[in-house]
């Protein structure tokens, strides 16, 4: 068996894992550029400009529900393709009216006005509706083109974005660095993706529409679907205010300063898993609604959850024993706090990207109402840590009550969505345990190699024990793959 048929294996069934291993290969790709660059951004901006950017794409995140209304959910459900062609068109649309009244908003509007002057950052807040509608037109066209299988030109335009946001940024921080380059960096990355898949976005629009866009119809998919600015959207946004919540308080305890160090240490792990993430949930998506019908989503959804947690354990193990020695080694010792802080927020961030893909279950089900729920009672822990923490004055503080709360609350919403689907308690439990027993060995010899205190002895320990859980990845799946097939002959 090839390498790639062993890593194809990790996904399950064919017909889910082949697009994923097309949008894999291109968020690989991303992620290389993207890191690879790191080792130098870092070098060239500061902590301070790091912290206020990501302050500013905080607020795109969090915008990111309200801006669309959540409309672009219902693209992958109707079986009619001109009624999703019309949820595209619709969701488009809100987000351009959305992006202007932003910008009047933040021009104009005494309140807004003052409340970016007050921190400073007045100057940069006239980013954040072409940030938010650069984000949005790509990630809606993203979400299209899954609904057309064109995993191959989404592969390509995340190469696109990742490696013009890079370029944008380098150039800028070798010609004079600030938070305008890293913001201009966003922006031009998601733009340029989005010019990526004009092509086949317009084509395959042609195609499903077969005519002329019309009123009604528009109409139509706004009331059939209007759980989704009803439910789904508030559930979106609280989601997105659990997940960015530190990034708004800290500058409230802290200054950019702390604030960059916090968000360089939570970013370094939580984009790449953020990126496996979104590429399993846009096929997640796609085949949840299939194999629901056909009754199937109970396996289906394990088999997903398992190898998602598979792929995730390693990294975040490693970092929480030893990334304060990989960022110093990497990133210089003045970034060694940001590694240090992964002890606590990393099986938080774990969880909550193994939970994204599963959140689409509440859509598939149509259960928007205990998805609203579910994200308020998170919303209400996280909301309780960070203040707790903001007040003790201690950063370190804050992180802790963020982590132990964060990791609790996730691991809930897991239970409960795979609870749904039809997945036991034991099934749901299992990859936690056996893929905890299976890093554990390494995670002593890491942890062994940082008491030399040797950034680079701790580093290299690291990268070889990222090499031997990739050979007990492929032995253990090969030994899968024989025994499945044994019994498929002795069935036979």
Do not use: C
């Not at 017909?15 to 660059?37: E, N, W």
């Not at 960022?327 to 706090?337: D, N, P, S, T």
């Not at 998805?371 to 370190?396: K, P």
């Amino acid at each position: 068996m090839s390498i790639k048929q062993r890593i194809l294996g990790l996904l399950g069934d064919s017909s889910f894992r082949a697009p994923v291993i097309k949008l894999l290969s291109g968020t690989g790709v991303a992620f290389l550029i993207g890191y690879l660059a790191k080792i130098v951004l870092l070098r060239i901006y500061p902590a301070e400009y790091w912290g206020i950017a990501d302050y500013i794409v905080t607020w795109v995140t969090i915008l990111v529900p309200l801006s669309s209304l959540r409309y672009e959910d219902a693209l992958m459900l109707p079986e009619n393709r001109r009624t999703s062609a019309h949820a595209y068109l619709l969701a488009i649309s809100t987000v351009v009216i959305s992006t202007v009244l932003l910008l009047v908003l933040i021009a104009f509007f005494p309140p807004v006005i003052e409340f970016f002057a007050e921190r400073e950052i007045g100057r940069w807040a006239l980013f954040l509706p072409l940030a938010l509608f650069a984000n949005r037109v790509a990630k809606i066209s993203e979400l299209w083109l899954s609904r057309q299988e064109s995993f191959g030109t989404i592969s390509i335009g995340q190469i696109v974005q990742s490696g013009s946001m890079t370029t944008i940024r380098v150039t800028s921080g070798l010609i004079g660095p600030g938070p305008g380059g890293l913001l201009w960096g966003f922006i031009g990355g998601y733009l340029l993706s989005t010019a990526s898949y004009l092509k086949r976005v317009w084509n395959t629009l042609k195609d499903s529409l077969q005519g002329p866009v019309k009123k009604q119809e528009l109409n139509y998919v706004a009331r059939r679907y209007r759980k989704f600015p009803l439910f789904t959207m508030p559930a979106a946004l609280l989601s997105a205010l659990i997940t960015r919540m530190p990034f708004l308080a800290i500058p409230e305890f802290f200054d950019w300063e702390i604030m960059g160090q916090f968000s360089q240490g939570f970013n370094v792990l939580f984009v790449p898993l953020s990126l496996l993430g979104s590429s399993v949930a846009q096929v997640f998506f796609v085949r949840a609604v299939e194999v629901n019908r056909a009754g199937k989503l109970a396996q289906f959804s394990a088999n997903v959850h398992g190898r998602l947690v598979l792929m995730s354990i390693f990294p975040v193990s490693i970092l929480m024993v030893a990334g304060g020695d990989i960022f110093h080694a990497l990133f210089g010792a003045e970034w060694r706090v940001s590694g240090d802080f992964l002890l606590w927020i990393a099986p938080w961030i774990m969880l909550s990207i193994v939970a994204s893909p599963m959140t689409r279950l509440f859509d598939v089900l149509e259960r928007q109402k205990l998805e609203f729920i579910t994200v308020f009672v998170m919303f209400i822990v996280i909301l309780g840590a960070v203040y707790l923490g903001g007040q003790s004055g201690d950063i370190h503080q804050l992180v802790l009550y963020l982590g132990v709360g964060g990791t609790l609350v996730r691991f809930g919403q897991i239970i409960l969505l795979l609870k749904l689907s039809g997945t036991s308690l034991m099934d749901t439990l299992s990859p936690y345990f056996k893929y905890t027993l299976a890093v554990a060995p390494i995670l002593v010899g890491v942890w062994f190699a940082t008491t030399f205190d040797s950034p680079w002895i701790s580093t290299s320990a690291a990268a070889l024990g990222g090499l031997l859980f990739a050979a007990y990845v492929f032995i253990a799946e090969r030994s899968r793959s024989r025994s499945k097939a044994s019994e498929t002959s002795s069935d036979a």
